[in-house]
Protein backbone atom coordinates (compact mmCIF):
# COMPACT_ATOMS: atom_id res chain seq x y z
CA UNK A 1 0.00 0.00 0.00
CA UNK A 2 1.76 3.40 -0.73
CA UNK A 3 -0.20 6.71 0.32
CA UNK A 4 0.63 9.53 -1.39
CA UNK A 5 0.31 13.25 -0.06
CA UNK A 6 0.60 16.47 -2.27
CA UNK A 7 1.87 19.86 -0.79
CA UNK A 8 2.54 23.42 -2.26
CA UNK A 9 -0.66 24.58 -4.43
CA UNK A 10 -2.00 28.06 -4.06
CA UNK A 11 -2.77 31.12 -5.68
CA UNK A 12 -0.23 32.87 -7.95
CA UNK A 13 -0.02 35.52 -10.46
CA UNK A 14 -0.24 34.40 -14.24
CA UNK A 15 4.01 34.16 -15.40
CA UNK A 16 4.56 32.93 -11.82
CA UNK A 17 6.03 29.48 -10.39
CA UNK A 18 4.80 27.18 -8.21
CA UNK A 19 6.54 23.80 -7.01
CA UNK A 20 4.33 20.85 -5.77
CA UNK A 21 5.68 18.25 -3.66
CA UNK A 22 3.70 14.53 -3.33
CA UNK A 23 5.36 12.55 -0.44
CA UNK A 24 5.15 8.37 -1.00
CA UNK A 25 4.76 6.44 2.54
CA UNK A 26 3.96 2.80 3.31
CA UNK A 27 6.31 1.84 0.60
CA UNK A 28 9.20 3.28 -1.62
CA UNK A 29 8.01 4.64 -4.63
CA UNK A 30 11.09 3.45 -6.59
CA UNK A 31 9.81 0.44 -8.92
CA UNK A 32 6.66 2.37 -9.53
CA UNK A 33 5.78 4.79 -12.74
CA UNK A 34 4.93 7.98 -10.58
CA UNK A 35 2.31 10.44 -12.47
CA UNK A 36 0.55 14.53 -12.02
CA UNK A 37 -3.01 14.84 -13.26
CA UNK A 38 -5.07 18.20 -12.69
CA UNK A 39 -8.94 18.32 -12.64
CA UNK A 40 -10.52 21.67 -13.35
CA UNK A 41 -14.21 22.49 -12.54
CA UNK A 42 -16.26 20.50 -14.79
CA UNK A 43 -13.57 18.82 -16.28
CA UNK A 44 -12.44 15.42 -16.43
CA UNK A 45 -9.12 14.94 -15.05
CA UNK A 46 -6.49 14.76 -17.29
CA UNK A 47 -3.22 13.92 -17.98
CA UNK A 48 -0.33 16.61 -16.62
CA UNK A 49 3.19 14.53 -16.78
CA UNK A 50 4.56 11.73 -15.84
CA UNK A 51 8.09 9.27 -15.22
CA UNK A 52 8.35 6.18 -15.61
CA UNK A 53 9.53 3.35 -13.35
CA UNK A 54 13.19 3.65 -13.71
CA UNK A 55 12.86 7.30 -13.23
CA UNK A 56 14.65 7.51 -17.10
CA UNK A 57 12.09 8.57 -19.21
CA UNK A 58 9.22 11.18 -18.98
CA UNK A 59 6.16 12.39 -20.65
CA UNK A 60 4.23 15.17 -20.52
CA UNK A 61 1.31 16.71 -22.04
CA UNK A 62 1.28 19.52 -25.00
CA UNK A 63 -0.24 22.17 -22.76
CA UNK A 64 2.67 21.90 -20.42
CA UNK A 65 5.76 21.23 -22.43
CA UNK A 66 8.10 23.12 -21.93
CA UNK A 67 6.91 24.88 -19.03
CA UNK A 68 6.62 21.64 -16.41
CA UNK A 69 9.43 19.79 -15.01
CA UNK A 70 8.24 16.51 -13.18
CA UNK A 71 11.39 14.89 -10.90
CA UNK A 72 11.55 12.58 -8.15
CA UNK A 73 13.83 12.34 -4.53
CA UNK A 74 14.13 8.50 -4.07
CA UNK A 75 16.22 9.42 -0.84
CA UNK A 76 12.90 11.22 0.15
CA UNK A 77 10.17 9.21 -1.47
CA UNK A 78 9.36 12.51 -2.86
CA UNK A 79 8.07 13.52 -6.31
CA UNK A 80 7.89 17.33 -7.20
CA UNK A 81 5.84 19.13 -10.18
CA UNK A 82 8.04 22.36 -11.10
CA UNK A 83 5.62 24.80 -13.07
CA UNK A 84 6.35 27.54 -14.27
CA UNK A 85 5.12 30.50 -16.86
CA UNK A 86 2.27 29.30 -14.72
CA UNK A 87 -1.02 30.46 -17.52
CA UNK A 88 -5.21 30.99 -16.09
CA UNK A 89 -5.91 27.72 -17.85
CA UNK A 90 -3.41 25.93 -15.29
CA UNK A 91 -6.01 26.36 -12.50
CA UNK A 92 -7.34 22.96 -11.48
CA UNK A 93 -6.69 20.51 -8.56
CA UNK A 94 -3.53 18.18 -8.92
CA UNK A 95 -3.13 14.85 -8.02
CA UNK A 96 -0.40 12.57 -7.81
CA UNK A 97 -0.34 9.11 -8.48
CA UNK A 98 1.52 5.72 -8.96
CA UNK A 99 1.35 2.83 -10.86
CA UNK A 100 3.03 -0.18 -10.92
CA UNK A 101 5.57 -1.91 -9.97
CA UNK A 102 7.57 -1.90 -12.91
CA UNK A 103 5.26 0.34 -15.18
CA UNK A 104 6.61 2.43 -18.46
CA UNK A 105 5.02 5.35 -19.38
CA UNK A 106 1.54 5.70 -17.99
CA UNK A 107 -1.07 8.57 -18.64
CA UNK A 108 -4.57 6.78 -18.88
CA UNK A 109 -5.71 7.74 -14.99
CA UNK A 110 -7.52 4.17 -14.82
CA UNK A 111 -3.56 2.43 -15.25
CA UNK A 112 -2.65 4.28 -12.10
CA UNK A 113 -3.60 1.79 -7.99
CA UNK A 114 -2.46 5.12 -5.90
CA UNK A 115 -4.06 8.25 -5.13
CA UNK A 116 -3.24 11.48 -3.50
CA UNK A 117 -5.66 13.82 -2.42
CA UNK A 118 -4.89 16.65 -4.52
CA UNK A 119 -3.71 20.42 -4.06
CA UNK A 120 -5.58 23.32 -5.62
CA UNK A 121 -3.36 25.24 -7.83
CA UNK A 122 -5.17 28.80 -8.92
CA UNK A 123 -3.42 31.36 -11.24
CA UNK A 124 -4.73 34.78 -11.57
CA UNK A 125 -4.94 36.73 -14.86
Known amino acids: QVQLVESGGGLVQAGGSLRLSCAAS????????MGWFRQAPGKERAFVATFDWSGSNTYYSDSVKGRFTISRDNAKNTVYLQMNSLKPEDTALYYC??????????????????WGQGTQVTVSS
Open 26 to 33: GRTFSGYA
Open 97 to 114: AAAGPRLGIVIMPRVYDY
